[in-house]
């Protein structure tokens, strides 16, 4: 029974990951995308876009390991392939993300404010290691 | 009068012990003054110890008693003269005293303030909410904590009150709010990174020739300095293969069947933590229902399963295709997952899916 629980949730985690993750990468990109492009009024802004390079490398892993799971069965990568996936990108995508979040949130943050946009509310974070989401509102009647 | 060959009389024919003429008045001191100059004498030439004593003692003259007038007269003058006296005394010493004044209310005021910010933290705070809660009065939940533990009180209310499932429920809460696994978990791997030098520590699980799971505790840069570490009390040999059923490895809990377990812990966690918030929901909120109550803890557990689903499905392969992972990035992992679910959650209203479609069902 644990054996069939098991399989159950890994198959489950297998859907989501190859569905729902990169929805969620869509996502985080569309909120960069929003700030470029100014096409709403209320705009949320968070530190979300900013696990971009993170659940980059999140979707490298369950890509090429689920490619290998259903085509290999012993799943085997040359070693240059795992050092890549274990070490040199989880670490570039950290640096990146810190980055990000340092440097480029109060630049989109002061790019929605020059382009006619003011802090209306901040909705805070359902857990400590999420962002909270501070919402920008834009008066057209101005 | 100054003839003491002869008795006074007094002019007006009165008690010269009583009378109040100035006559009898200054007899009366004559006598007075008399008696003490006798006294005088008398102590003047009294035995003195040497080697003729006196044969007869003499004895000291009584002094002539004054009157209750007198008496009272003379206590009054002295009585004033003293309040007199204390009264200066107060009037030369007032700067001092307002120094004085001024510095002992100081000093309470700053004895209050201490114990005010050395105790706040600590007992006061605790006292407050106990008293809130045990009175049950309106709690405000801010934080996790304040969820796991509303949600422990109410518990206990109800086993207070017969109405509970079992004292296995309530232990089982108190376990779970005791151990914060996620940060059980990330404690774990920052001690195994800082004994054995950097954050660059990896994890490696593999099957070796034989077929058998072992783990490689190993480094990115693999320097070959230090061989040895002790984390927790526990001796790890660095690029050492351990059999994964090493007890020593199974204390470090860095096993990815740990990692995995320490997900599901978690999601233990947010499961009380979301049934806390929603039951305080319902105990206090008249316009929260059942129904209401079903839609939110199901959706918060259908959240948790899916992070805890497709955190596992991701460790698992990372083993499965032989990468050594950072033991950090594994933490760094299962956040990206976490943050990636509830943003979808968010995006697609899932919660509120979940509750009107239940109230559809119920015709609630």
Redesign the interface.
């Known amino acids: 029974m644990p054996q069939i629980a098991n399989k159950l949730?890994?198959s489950?985690?297998?859907l989501?990951?190859l569905i729902?993750?990169p929805?969620?990468?869509y996502?985080?990109l569309e909120d960069i995308f929003n700030v470029y492009k100014l096409s709403s009024k209320t705009i949320e802004l968070s530190y979300?876009f900013a696990?971009s390079p993170?659940?980059f490398w999140?979707l490298s892993?369950?890509i090429?390991?689920?490619y290998?799971?259903f085509f290999n069965t012993r799943?085997?990568?040359s070693r240059p392939m795992?050092k890549a996936?274990?070490?040199y990108i989880?670490?570039i995508a950290?640096s990146l993300s810190l980055a990000m979040g340092i440097f480029l949130k109060p630049l989109m943050a002061e790019h929605l404010v020059t382009n006619g946009y003011a802090l209306e509310k901040t909705i805070s974070a359902?857990?400590?290691?999420?962002s909270d989401i501070d919402v920008y509102t834009r008066d057209d009647q101005k | 009068m100054f003839d003491k060959q002869r008795s006074y009389c007094c002019p007006f024919w009165k008690d010269p012990e009583t009378c109040n003429c100035a006559s009898c008045y200054n007899q009366r001191e004559w006598d007075r003054s008399s008696a003490a100059l006798n006294v005088a004498e008398a102590n003047n030439f009294r035995s003195s110890g040497t080697a003729i004593p006196s044969m007869q003692p003499m004895l000291e003259p009584e002094l002539p008693k004054m009157t209750m007038k007198e008496r009272l007269e003379a206590q009054s003058r002295q009585n004033l003269a003293q309040r007199e006296n204390n009264w200066k005394y107060v009037q030369a010493n007032k700067e001092r005293y307002a120094a004085q004044r001024a510095d002992q209310l100081a000093r309470q005021a700053q004895a209050a303030y201490n114990l005010t910010e050395k105790e706040w933290n600590k007992d006061l705070k605790e006292d407050l909410k106990a008293y809130l809660e045990k009175r049950h009065t309106q709690v405000c939940i801010f934080t996790?904590d304040d969820a796991a533990k509303c949600a422990i009180n109410i518990w206990q209310q109800k086993n207070i009150d017969g109405e509970t499932i079992g004292t296995e429920t309530l232990k089982l809460l108190e376990e779970i709010h005791s151990k914060f696994d996620i940060g059980v978990g990330l404690v774990a791997a920052t001690k195994v990174t800082k004994a054995l030098g950097g954050l660059?520590v990896?994890v490696k699980q593999y099957l070796d020739a034989k077929g058998k799971e072992k783990i490689i505790i190993s480094s990115?840069w693999n320097d070959k300095k230090m061989h040895y570490a002790v984390v927790n009390g526990l001796n790890i040999k660095k690029n050492h293969p351990y059999p994964i059923s090493n007890p020593t490895v199974k204390q470090l809990g860095v096993l990815a069947k740990d990692t995995v377990n320490g997900f599901k812990k978690g999601a233990v966690l947010s499961m009380i933590i979301s049934a806390g918030i929603n039951t305080n929901e319902l105990v206090f909120n008249d316009d929260y229902h059942l129904v209401d109550w079903f839609g939110h803890v199901g959706s918060d557990f259908f959240k948790a399963?899916?992070v805890?689903?497709?955190?596992?499905?991701?460790v698992?392969?990372?083993v499965?295709?032989?990468?050594?992972?950072?033991i950090l990035?594994g933490v760094?992992?299962w956040?990206?997952?976490?943050?990636?679910?509830?943003?979808?959650w968010e995006?697609f209203k899932i919660e509120d899916a979940i509750v009107e479609g239940l109230k559809n069902a119920t015709n609630s």
């Open positions: 949730i890994y489950y985690g297998a989501v990951s729902g993750l929805f969620a990468l996502l985080s979300f696990i993170i659940l999140i892993i369950v090429v390991g689920t290998s799971l799943m085997k990568l795992r996936i274990g070490i989880p670490i950290v359902s857990a400590p290691w999420r | 996790v660059g990896t990115l399963m899916t805890l689903s497709t955190s596992a499905y991701v698992s392969l990372t499965g295709l032989g990468i050594a992972l950072p990035a760094v992992l956040v990206g997952v976490d943050w990636a679910i509830n943003e979808i995006s």
